[in-house]
Structure formats: C-alpha cells, structure tokens
C-alpha cells in the first residue's frame, strides 16, 4: 500500500483498504489529506485554487461503502454509490421518485458515473447538494 506523509509527500494517492486505514492516513495527513470518492470535484481543485498541495485518501477499495440496498423499513446507500448506479436501482420504486429524478438528472451522463453520493454531500460548495434536497423532498 501506498503512504502519504504529512511534510513530504503532497500528491500521494493512498487506496485505503478499510475504513479504520483510512481514518489513519487522515489523521497522518492533517490538514493536507483530502478523501477522494469519484474524484469529480477534487480534479477541479487546481481551477478554484485548492488542492495542489494535498495527498488523496481513495475510498474506493472500501467495500462496505458500496452497498447499495433497499428493505421495507430502508434504502441504504453507501457513500461511494454513484448517481447512476443510485437512479438505476431506484428507479421503479414509486415513493422514491423523486430521489431518482435527481440522481439521473444531476450534472451530465459522465459525471453522473463517476460522482458519489459522498462527494455530493460532503462538497462545501453547494449548501445544499442537489441529491439531500431531493431526498428530504421524498420522505413521506
Ligand atoms: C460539471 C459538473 C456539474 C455539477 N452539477 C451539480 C449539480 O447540478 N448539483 C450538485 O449538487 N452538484 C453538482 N456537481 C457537483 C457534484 O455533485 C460533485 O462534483 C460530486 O457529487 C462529488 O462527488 P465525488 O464522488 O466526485 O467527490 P470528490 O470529488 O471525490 O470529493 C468531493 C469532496 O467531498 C469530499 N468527500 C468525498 N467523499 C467523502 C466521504 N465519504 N466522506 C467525507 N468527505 C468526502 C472530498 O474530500 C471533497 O472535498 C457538479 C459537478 C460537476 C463537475
């Protein structure tokens, strides 16, 4: 596995293995460790003049945060479902109509496979991420 150091090593990708190593590599990293989910937001950083100094912590090999599941009493889903992938799974399910409308009709097709529902929220710039919105829209 790859490791990022807090002084010297700004621009190291870590592919986290869990949950706990990537908490790890977090705490290592301080201020300059950034997660990366999709990626769709961060690969932007340099436009709005951030993130050329951070080392990345990948969510991506971390299984549990790919769960995707609907019981009767939940829909679980983890932060590293896309919008795609969300829209597609729920998209026959009537009371969740409108959290469909929104995962398949944010940004474009590309980043719609690519952008998580963890990126989503957890990106500042929006006060209110476009899939939250939605979503409480579709509580019953
Ligand atoms: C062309 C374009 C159009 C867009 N249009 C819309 C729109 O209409 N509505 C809208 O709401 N958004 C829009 N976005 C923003 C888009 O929703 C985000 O880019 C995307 O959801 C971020 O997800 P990501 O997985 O790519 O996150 P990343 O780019 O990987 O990360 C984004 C931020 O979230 C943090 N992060 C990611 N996952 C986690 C996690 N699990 N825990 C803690 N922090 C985390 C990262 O550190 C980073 O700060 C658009 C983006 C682009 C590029």
Redesign the pocket.
């Known amino acids: 596995m790859q490791t990022a150091n807090k002084d010297d090593d700004a621009g190291r990708l870590v592919l986290a293995e869990d949950i706990e190593d990537a908490l790890t590599h977090l705490e290592r990293g301080g201020s300059s460790a950034?997660?990366?989910?999709?990626?769709?937001?961060?690969?932007?950083g340099p436009v709005r003049g951030e993130n050329d100094d951070k080392n990345f912590v990948s969510?991506a090999r971390i299984k549990p945060?790919h769960q995707l599941d609907l019981s009767d009493e939940a829909l679980t889903i983890g932060?590293?479902i896309?919008?795609d992938t969300l829209a597609k799974f729920i998209q026959d399910i009537p009371h969740l109509k409108c959290l469909a409308q929104a995962a398949s009709n944010?940004?474009?097709p590309a980043?719609r496979r690519?952008?998580?529902?963890?990126?989503?929220?957890?990106?500042?710039?929006?006060l209110?991420?476009?899939?939250c919105r939605h979503f409480c829209a579709s509580k019953p």
């Open positions: 950034v997660v990366l989910a999709g990626g769709t937001w961060v690969m932007r969510l945060l932060s590293m896309t919008h944010s940004a474009n980043i690519a952008a998580t529902v963890g990126g989503n929220i957890s990106t500042r710039d929006f209110q991420p476009i899939l």
